[in-house]
Nanobody, 125 residues
């Protein structure tokens, strides 16, 4: 069992930055790939970024490439999403996800094993 708790969301002006954190419980954190998704009002949940268990492979949706960086600290059981040059379109609830298979996170979210409760990110224009 893995429990995920997100933090770091908030209100920021366009062009600003936020760093989201996701703390995971359990001693098996390092065996899981991790990812971030987001869901804006009235829209489906969409993939944002993923990272494999070791941190040496990362994946991003096109709309955040060059602006966001996913990273992890296995010693702290934490995954991060650094978001820069934020836009109003980035406004959404951001969810942390964990699955043994990074490809499931990046391409088959319906199969993702664990989800966090989400943290709100609001970008004002």
């Amino acid at each position: 069992q893995v429990q995920l708790v997100e933090s770091g969301g908030g209100l920021v002006q366009a062009g600003g930055s936020l760093r989201l954190s996701c703390a995971a419980s359990g001693r098996t954190f390092r065996s899981y790939a991790m990812g971030w998704f987001r869901q804006a009002p009235g829209k489906e949940r969409e993939f944002v970024a993923a990272i494999n268990w070791s941190g040496d492979s990362t994946y991003y949706t096109d709309s955040v490439k060059g602006r966001c960086t996913i990273s992890r600290d296995n010693a702290k059981n934490t995954v991060y999403l650094q978001m820069n040059s934020l836009k109003p379109d980035d406004t959404a609830v951001y969810y942390c996800a964990a699955d043994p298979d990074v490809n499931a996170i990046a391409t088959k979210p319906s199969r993702v094993e664990y989800w966090g409760q989400g943290t709100q990110v609001t970008v004002s224009s």
